[in-house]
């Protein structure tokens, strides 16, 4: 995929995986934003945050644990993709502040450690 994928074009790769599973697609860049799609029924579900420059390594590993723990908690599949890419952003805008000659060391998950813990202690369990 490119970032001038179109909607049918991303409708078709998931489609070709030809899984019983929920198939997402992640890093797709649009409108200024970087997100994940995925499909409900015929429609393309996108979930995006705000696209920063540079590089950060670590954010399809954060994406995938952070998902992986909020289906853990049975949050419906849509939340729990927005809860991911919300903590994935959050990760990239503390690192963000940090040198770049730091970004090789990973991301600062200081701040969406903070937000997992509050929710998995049901300080913070409303769904997004």
């Given amino acids: 995929m490119t970032e ?38 015929d429609k393309l579900i996108w979930i ?7 590089h950060f390594y670590g954010t399809g590993d954060l994406f995938a644990a952070l998902l992986g723990g909020y289906l853990n908690f049975e949050m419906n599949f849509e939340s729990a993709v927005k809860r991911a890419v919300f903590g994935t952003y959050e990760a990239v805008v503390q690192t963000n502040h940090r040198p ?8 600062d998950l200081t701040k969406t450690l903070y937000d997992v ?11 997004v």
Avoid at 24 to 36: A, N, P, Q, Y
């Fill in 4 to 41: 001038q994928s179109t909607d049918d074009q991303l409708i078709a790769a998931i489609q070709a995986c030809d899984t019983k599973a929920t198939v997402i697609i992640t890093g797709v860049k649009r409108d200024g934003g970087i997100g994940s799609c995925f499909l409900r029924g």
């Fill in 48 to 54: 995006s945050s705000p696209i920063l420059p540079g």
């Fill in 100 to 107: 770049t000659s730091d970004r090789k060391y990973g991301l």
């Fill in 117 to 127: 813990a509050r929710f998995t202690l049901g300080q913070n369990r409303e769904e």
